[in-house]
T-cell receptor
Framework: RKEVEQDPGPFNVPEGATVAFNCTYSNSASQSFFWYRQDCRKEPKLLMSVYSSGNEDGRFTAQLNRASQYISLLIRDSKLSDSATYLCAVNMLGNYQLIWGAGTKLIIKP | DAGVTQSPTHLIKTRGQHVTLRCSPISGHKSVSWYQQVLGQGPQFIFQYYEKEERGRGNFPDRFSARQFPNYSSELNVNALLLGDSALYLC??????????FGPGTRLTVT
């Protein structure tokens, strides 16, 4: 089993719809969680950090479920510009490396 | 403010050669991490440096080495290049060991 797993997609979603995807992690000691966005052939860009009870930033909401060991990302009122690959990353306290999922590809259609 | 910078942006090498990749972190950030990303996968951790000390090393062979300089910039060196080393090499800087901010990467092609 991979340490961090994501559904690769692609998720094909009409513009204006709400879309959500999850990321599961295997290490229950994991402490920090992040969502990154990566456009084709570009670097990952930090979208949101996810701590304890989760957080919201505009149309984006991230949640953490420790009991089931997953984080989620919800995008409301999706825009064409939201089309990208969304990567989750997990950092275990005392371990200095981020462990990454392979990403979920999102395609927003007009 | 300038973000993370990396050089070169693209590089083509042949098998057996050596390569040096460079990274300058965001001003004020003391931690630099290196990742390798191949197409269709998430980044794989190679090294992390903090205050010029190696703080973490991923599962990469000894052909990979790195260092951090007093100005917090960093170099990643790869010796005896293999075809499988072809990838996007990403540098990330961080004010702590948590949130990391990436440079544009160096795309290495080994032929």
């Amino acid at each position: 089993r991979k340490e961090v797993e994501q559904d690769p997609g692609p998720f094909n979603v009409p513009e204006g719809a709400t879309v959500a995807f999850n990321c599961t992690y295997s290490n229950s000691a994991s402490q920090s969680f992040f969502w990154y966005r990566q456009d084709c052939r570009k670097e990952p860009k930090l979208l949101m950090s996810v701590y304890s009870s989760g957080n919201e930033d505009g149309r984006f909401t991230a949640q953490l479920n420790r009991a089931s060991q997953y984080i989620s990302l919800l995008i409301r009122d999706s825009k064409l510009s939201d089309s990208a690959t969304y990567l989750c990353a997990v950092n275990m306290l005392g371990n200095y490396q981020l462990i990454w999922g392979a990403g979920t590809k999102l395609i927003i259609k007009p | 403010d300038a973000g993370v910078t990396q050089s070169p942006t693209h590089l083509i090498k042949t098998r057996g050669q050596h390569v040096t990749l460079r990274c300058s972190p965001i001003s004020g950030h003391k931690s630099v991490s290196w990742y390798q990303q191949v197409l269709g996968q998430g980044p794989q951790f190679i090294f992390q440096y903090y205050e010029k000390e190696e703080r973490g090393r991923g599962n990469f062979p000894d052909r990979f080495s790195a260092r951090q300089f007093p100005n917090y910039s960093s170099e990643l060196n790869v010796n005896a290049l293999l075809l499988g080393d072809s990838a996007l090499y990403l540098c990330a800087s961080s004010p702590t060991t948590d949130e990391q901010y990436f440079g544009p990467g160096t795309r290495l092609t080994v032929t």
